[in-house]
């Protein structure tokens, strides 16, 4: 077990800064079948809803801004640099916006696309992707959005245990468990915190466990990521100050 600090944040962390998510009551799943443009069936029945949906995210995250959460995290990792492991599930850019420049995407990043037949990633911006898109390293029109979609793997997701490893202190932060086992992570670490408004059931494939994840941390923050962001800091900062 090493001494840096690994952050893994999920959708509550920019839902602040107006990134609408599927599980909020007026969330995207009010508008999409979360199946129909967030997976491999859905990208094979229908690709250009799907290109439409990622369009419409892309173009919607032009004016969002960061929020007290991502500043916080931006500030952590100016004041300790190589000390913070940042690994996110979001895709949008809100954490870059405000400074951070050591981010983990583990489920891609809106902003870019990729090539179908060289792999090869690109930043577009805001705009929405072209029906004429071509590669621009092989002239490939295989031009698909860079999210991983349910049924397909997260390469990113090579990069957890190696930031277990090298971590002693974990900050699941805007996360409900239910994509990442936050639980099986926190048993990994003395020093874990999870900062959520919403206690949230621990379930896995085999079922639900009848505790709440927030049992399985030492410290547990029942707050929106802007309402905990200075605790969190304080948190991050006593233990790269002084350890256990």
Partial sequence: MGDKVMILSGAGLSA?????TFRD???LWEEYDVMQVCSTQGWEADRELVTQFYNARRID???KKPNAAHIAMAELEREFPGQII?????VDDLLERAGCKEVIHLHGTLTDLRCESCG????IGYRAQRADERCPACGSDSVRHNVVMFGEPAPNYRFIQPSIDESGLFVAIGT???VIDIVSISTEFAHSVLI????EMYVTMF???ERYIDEYFETYIPKKATEASEEMKNIIKDYLKHGE
Avoid: C, F, M, Y
Avoid at 120 to 123: A, L, N, Q, T
Avoid at 196 to 199: D, E, L
């Fill in 16 to 20: 602040e800064s107006g990134i609408r």
């Fill in 25 to 27: 009551s007026d969330g």
């Fill in 61 to 63: 995250l032009a004016d």
């Fill in 86 to 90: 940042n690994l996110t599930q979001n």
């Fill in 120 to 123: 090869h990633v690109w930043d």
């Fill in 176 to 178: 409900s468990g239910q």
């Fill in 196 to 199: 959520n408004p919403k206690r």
């Fill in 207 to 209: 079922g639900s466990h």
